[in-house]
Nanobody
Framework: QAQPVESGGGSVQSGGSLRLACVDS????????MNWYRQAPGKEREFVAG????????YYADSVKGRFTISRGNAKNTVYLQMNSLKPVDTGVYYC???????????WGQGTQVTVSS
């Protein structure tokens, strides 16, 4: 089945902002989960943020709390990750993963590059 698609990555200076989007065309309505992960050069992939369609719950890694915000778009198949006060340690490839029905079967995008310069 088709993958979710990430967009909005780019290169910014320290202290700047970016807004990432994840669109999963296989989601039409109802219950789902969407998570953001990232992988820095030479490091393992790590969880960044997540959101539940069912109860409005959001979750964040400690390293991004107060700087990043995950939210649903008007389209039910879309989520955003607003990233403010970016630091060089935020550099990496950001991935979206979706659970389309709450079943625990995850679908992964191919990622979008975020680069933060000092």
């Amino acid at each position: 089945q088709a993958q979710p698609v990430e967009s909005g990555g780019g290169s910014v200076q320290s202290g700047g902002s970016l807004r990432l989007a994840c669109v999963d065309s296989a989601i039409f309505d109802g219950y789902y989960r969407m998570n953001w992960y990232r992988q820095a050069p030479g490091k393992e992939r790590e969880f960044v943020a997540g959101i539940w369609r069912g109860d409005d719950s959001t979750y964040y890694a400690d390293s991004v709390k107060g700087r990043f915000t995950i939210s649903r778009g008007n389209a039910k198949n879309t989520v955003y990750l607003q990233m403010n006060s970016l630091k060089p340690v935020d550099t990496g490839v950001y991935y979206c993963a979706t659970d389309r029905s709450g079943s625990g079967d995850w679908y992964w995008g191919q990622g979008t590059q975020v680069t933060v310069s000092s």
